[in-house]
């Protein structure tokens, strides 16, 4: 069994950062990405980054150049620091993990962008 949790969201002011935490427990194997999604109100799920097993980032367009995607020394681990945040931002953020051939939802952790 596979457990995904991701925390760090709060509320935050217009131009703050967060970082947020993304921990894949559960298994044995590095996984070969893991990634970041968002979801508004009344809005369709957003991809916001992917990294990769190897180390390679990609980014949704909301996020280039704001965004960074990191994981840590521990493989199973990854963080997305936010940096210059705006109302728009203000999402449901997921982490989606995939191991092999199968993926895995994280609850969420939201975050809230407002003055």
């Known amino acids: 069994q596979v457990l995904v949790m991701e925390s760090g969201g709060g509320s935050v002011q217009p131009g703050g950062s967060l970082r947020l935490s993304c921990v894949a427990s559960g298994t044995i194997f590095n996984f070969s990405t893991m990634e970041w999604y968002r979801q508004a109100p009344w809005k369709e799920r957003e991809f916001v980054a992917r990294i990769t097993s190897s180390g390679e980032t990609d980014y949704g367009d909301s996020a280039k150049g704001r965004f960074t995607v990191s994981a840590a020394n521990a493989r199973n681990t990854v963080y997305l620091q936010m940096n210059n945040l705006k109302p728009d931002d203000t999402a449901n953020y997921s982490c989606?993990?995939?191991?092999?051939?199968?993926?895995?939802w994280g609850p969420g952790t939201q975050v809230t962008v407002s003055s």
């Open positions: 989606y993990v995939v191991l092999g051939r199968s993926g895995y």
